[in-house]
């Protein structure tokens, strides 16, 4: 089997099982994001390791799903975006800055604790915290659309705390690898600062001036599936 239908097959296989799965998680009132997870976990090298199927010889093709993954979740933060506005989500800034705050804390301090008393080093114990504290921006998104309840005060709010939790893990992530590669001084630390607040800072102010001028142009343009292309571009970039 060449390289093309054995990423076919795997690409069927992949989709069909997370549907499948989804559909039968909603039957006992989950959302369908709960099965496709699980049958990911179950696909995975942990239990069936679908990527060593006798017929798959192509040694690339565990980068070129994991790629796509990625691509996956990209779309789904787009999805997400699409049914939100900056104004809905500044509604519970307070709330959300709670929540996300000590949606990180207690589970780090956690972490850290059981390390310490469990005998590991500080590194391995701070490792620990951070990846207890990380949580998952896309499948709350996910979760949130598929009971509807994106754009309620209440998914807003959670929302909003999964963004939170998430910068914060990754500020404190940076850190923690500055220091550990040993190039963690003061200064250091502030580059780690100065990179997120450029990036945050360049992005919003893409997207909120100059992104809606650039669309209206684009819509104008005789050419086909000008908007949806320009969509995509914009995703990746």
Known sequence: MNDFLQLAVLLIIILAAAKLSGYLSTLIHQPAVFGELLVGVLLGPTLLDIIGLPFI????????????????????????????????????????????????????????????????????????????????????????????????????????????????????????????????????ILLVFGKMILYLALSAGFGLYVLPRVSRWASKLPISQNVATLAIVVLLV
């Open 57 to 188: 010889t192509n040694t690339h093709i565990f980068d070129f799903i994991a790629e796509l993954g990625e691509l996956g979740v990209l779309l789904l933060m787009f999805m997400a975006g699409l049914e939100l506005h900056i104004k809905d989500l500044t509604k519970n800034t307070r709330v959300a800055a709670y929540a996300g705050v000590l949606g990180v804390v207690l589970p780090v301090g956690l972490g850290l604790a059981y390390g310490e008393l469990t005998g590991m080093d500080i590194n391995q114990s701070l490792f620990l915290g951070l990846t207890l504290g990380a949580t998952s921006v896309s499948i709350s998104a996910q979760v949130l659309i598929e009971l509807k309840q994106i754009r309620s005060k209440v998914g807003l709010a959670l929302l909003g705390a999964a963004v939170f939790d998430d910068i914060l893990v990754i500020l404190l992530l940076s850190i923690f690898l500055a220091l550990l590669g040993g190039g963690g001084n003061f200064l250091q």
